[in-house]
């Protein structure tokens, strides 16, 4: 079954710390992995997007990896800040790209 | 989000009535998805288009809901007969010919009372 699982479901960090959010899938065939912040009432924005040859990508503060051996993916956010806060949701689409499965998100908090 | 425009953005309805929902993707998107977003639930894909075509429409319920994206205008996704379940933030999201990146509008809220 195409499933795609986020970890962990909530996370509280200070402000200026980095953290690591992760993604786990099991969809077949695999064509690309983005991952979006979605503010609270508003549309998610995307911050990468990752194919098969790709094991890393950087957008900012924002690093993202893929391990499509293990099915794996992580978004590392360096030197946290407040407007960080909001829900990271990962996306896998499969099938030559236009089947999308969404994880259900992790829901960061910094805090002052 | 800059360039999906979505509205309204808010929308009330009586249960029984109907719920249009309009997206106009980003200028050159020939290619439009609609998600929908229980509240603290993840986005569920509805239904995948291109200009007059249903391409993939497996993730909409079979009955009430039907969604268009004619030659010239915005994208439509209509809700007949609307019940209390049917409250959700429904989002719209554009992509171009070849690209894999979905730029995703600002979202309708739809409330049934």
């Known amino acids: 079954k195409n499933q795609v699982e986020q970890s962990p479901q909530s996370l509280i960090i200070l402000e200026g710390k980095n953290c690591t959010l992760q993604?786990?899938?099991?969809?077949?065939?695999?064509?690309?992995l983005r991952w979006y912040k979605q503010d609270t009432g508003r549309g998610p924005v995307s911050l990468t997007i990752?194919?098969?040859?790709?094991n890393t990508k950087s957008n900012g503060r924002y690093t993202a990896t893929l391990d499509a051996d293990t099915k794996q993916s992580s978004l590392h956010i360096t030197a946290s800040q407040l407007s960080d806060s909001a829900s990271y949701i990962c996306?896998?689409?499969?099938?030559?790209?236009?089947?999308?499965?969404f994880g259900a998100g992790t829901r960061l908090f910094v805090k002052a | 989000n800059a360039g999906v425009m979505q509205n309204p953005r808010h929308l009330v309805r009586r249960r029984g009535q109907e719920a249009r929902l309009r997206c106009s993707p980003m200028?050159?998107?020939?290619?439009v998805y609609w998600y929908r977003q229980l509240p603290e639930e993840g986005l569920k894909f509805m239904v995948y288009?291109?200009?007059?075509?249903?391409?993939?429409e497996s993730g909409m319920p079979k009955e009430r809901f039907s969604a268009e994206f004619p030659k010239e205008g915005p994208s439509i996704l209509r809700i007949q007969q609307v019940v209390r379940g049917d409250s959700a933030a429904y989002f719209c999201?554009?992509?171009?010919?070849?690209?894999?990146?979905?730029?995703f509008g600002p979202g309708t809220r739809l409330t049934v009372t």
């Open positions: 996306v896998v689409s499969y099938t030559g790209g236009f089947k999308t499965i």
């Open positions: 993604c786990n899938y099991t969809v077949s065939p695999f064509s690309n």
């Open positions: 990752m194919t098969f040859s790709e």
């Open positions: 200028k050159g998107h020939s290619h």
């Open positions: 288009l291109q200009k007059e075509n249903i391409i993939d």
């Open positions: 999201a554009s992509q171009g010919q070849g690209s894999y990146e979905q730029y």
